[in-house]
């Protein structure tokens, strides 16, 4: 069995693979976790699935560099072995023709080797997350660039914290575009309005580059994808299938 985790800005996301099919799970991460949270963590999850773990391999990526070796310890002490740590030197199999590729996020890095492992390029990839970003990768696999804006939950709660009169409220579909009141109008503003961004940003990047397969993922993936008007395809197990893949490489040229 695989395990996989990836740390974000928000969320802790936990993967077990028993071929064929992932199991996932997502928590609220937060700076101050420690070691023992973690692997509590784990251990809940692997109770939950009401059968003894036992892990083969093991691998991390992370985009909050300070919880990085906390969840290194938590998994080696949980698993018995070392993760495979996404990063520099660690051989992805992309193509990245950024200005400097080490500057690509691992959930990126674990994206693109995700959809090219599923998918067809040329490729427009959508994570709607903490962030949101989209990306482009070519007909040889390359990664060309990415756009990069907030997140729609973050453009929610900067909206309340910014204006005093306004306050949180659920992130779902307005009843009605034009909102007759505070809740649905923030509503609509937000979902709606992520959502034709997405769809703009996603026009003006196939205005210049050709798309064969247009996918999104992402934790509000779910949330934006009936509201948008681009033909994409939603995979919710990108992140972790890219994981396996990078594995799958190591275990080649080993």
């Given at each position: 069995?695989?395990?996989?985790?990836?740390?974000?800005?928000?969320?802790?996301?936990?993967?077990?693979?028993?071929?064929?099919?992932?199991?996932?799970?997502?928590?609220?991460?937060?700076?101050?976790?420690?070691?023992?949270?973690?692997?509590?963590?784990?251990?809940?999850l692997s109770a939950m699935r009401g059968a003894p773990v036992s892990i083969e391999e093991a691998i991390l990526s992370s985009v909050?560099?300070?919880?990085?070796?906390?969840?290194?310890?938590?998994?080696?002490?949980?698993?018995?072995?070392?993760?495979?740590?996404?990063?520099?030197?660690?051989?992805?199999?992309?193509?990245?023709?950024?200005?400097?590729?080490?500057?690509?996020?691992?959930?990126?890095?674990?994206?693109?080797?995700?959809?090219?492992?599923?998918?067809?390029?040329?490729?427009?990839?959508?994570?709607?997350?903490?962030?949101?970003?989209?990306?482009?990768?070519?007909?040889?696999?390359?990664?060309?660039?990415?756009?990069?804006?907030?997140?729609?939950?973050?453009?929610?709660?900067?909206?309340?914290?910014?204006?005093?009169?306004?306050?949180?409220?659920?992130?779902?579909?307005?009843?009605?575009?034009?909102?007759?009141?505070?809740?649905?109008?923030?509503?609509?503003?937000?979902?709606?309005?992520?959502?034709?961004?997405?769809?703009?940003?996603?026009?003006?990047?196939?205005?210049?580059?050709?798309?064969?397969?247009?996918?999104?993922t992402g934790a509000l993936a779910d949330t934006l994808l009936p509201h948008c008007r681009t033909a994409f395809v939603k995979d919710?197990?990108?992140?972790?299938?890219?994981?396996?893949?990078?594995?799958?490489?190591?275990?080649?040229?080993?």
């Open positions: 069995m695989i395990l996989a985790v990836h740390i974000g800005n928000s969320l802790l996301e936990i993967g077990f693979f028993d071929r064929p099919q992932w199991t996932i799970s997502r928590l609220s991460a937060h700076r101050g976790m420690t070691a023992d949270d973690a692997l509590l963590a784990l251990h809940a909050s560099p300070g919880l990085t070796p906390v969840l290194c310890e938590a998994i080696e002490r949980y698993a018995g072995l070392r993760p495979l740590v996404v990063g520099p030197g660690v051989k992805t199999g992309l193509n990245i023709k950024i200005n400097d590729p080490s500057e690509l996020g691992a959930d990126l890095v674990c994206l693109s080797a995700g959809v090219l492992a599923k998918y067809r390029p040329p490729i427009l990839l959508v994570q709607a997350g903490s962030a949101t970003t989209l990306s482009y990768l070519d007909a040889q696999g390359g990664f060309l660039g990415t756009i990069i804006t907030a997140g729609t939950r973050h453009m929610l709660d900067s909206l309340v914290r910014h204006a005093d009169l306004l306050n949180p409220v659920a992130l779902r579909p307005p009843a009605k575009l034009l909102g007759t009141d505070s809740v649905e109008s923030m509503q609509s503003g937000v979902l709606l309005g992520c959502a034709e961004m997405i769809d703009g940003l996603s026009r003006r990047i196939m205005a210049q580059h050709p798309v064969e397969t247009a996918v999104m919710d197990t990108l992140l972790f299938d890219g994981m396996a893949a990078i594995l799958e490489r190591q275990r080649k040229r080993s």
